[in-house]
């Protein structure tokens, strides 16, 4: 098995939301997380400080995400890491190429959740 590091991955997702709606999408983002796109990781979500915390884990894999919504755009930033085989982590491009499918997986599900 691989060990693919996911700290510094930053998400900034543009959007023309009202603040309310904005915290309403995120949550419904992290939803959408937790039942569609991984739902063995148990993602769940607290709110601190005016930001949101994500966390989730499966196997040897554990990440947490600080989603931060601010006038125009919201900015995720990711950590943890991803335990994924050999043969797919040599298939999708190596360490970069997991990071570049994890970023692009999040970016694209949170951009369709703020409307985008």
């Known amino acids: 098995m691989a060990q693919v590091p996911l700290d510094g991955i930053l998400i900034d997702v543009p959007h023309s939301l009202a603040?309310?709606?904005?915290?309403r999408e995120?949550?419904?983002?992290?939803?959408d997380l937790a039942e569609n796109r991984f739902p063995d990781w148990?993602?769940?979500l607290e709110r601190?400080?005016?930001?949101m915390q994500l966390h989730g884990a499966h196997d040897g894999s554990a990440?947490?995400?600080?989603?931060?919504?601010?006038?125009?755009?919201v900015v995720l930033e990711l950590s943890g890491v991803v335990e994924i085989g050999f043969l797919?982590?040599?298939?999708?491009?190596?360490?970069q190429g997991v990071?570049?499918?994890?970023?692009?997986?999040l970016a694209e599900t949170l951009a369709a959740h703020l409307g985008g």
Not at 26 to 31: D, L, P, R
């Open 63 to 73: 990440f947490q995400a600080t989603v931060v919504a601010e006038a125009g755009r």
């Open 42 to 44: 148990g993602v769940r």
């Open 88 to 95: 797919k982590h040599k298939l999708a491009g190596g360490d």
């Open 19 to 23: 603040p309310d709606e904005v915290l």
């Open 48 to 51: 601190q400080d005016g930001r």
């Open 99 to 105: 990071r570049d499918r994890v970023r692009a997986t």
């Open 26 to 31: 995120i949550e419904q983002f992290a939803q």
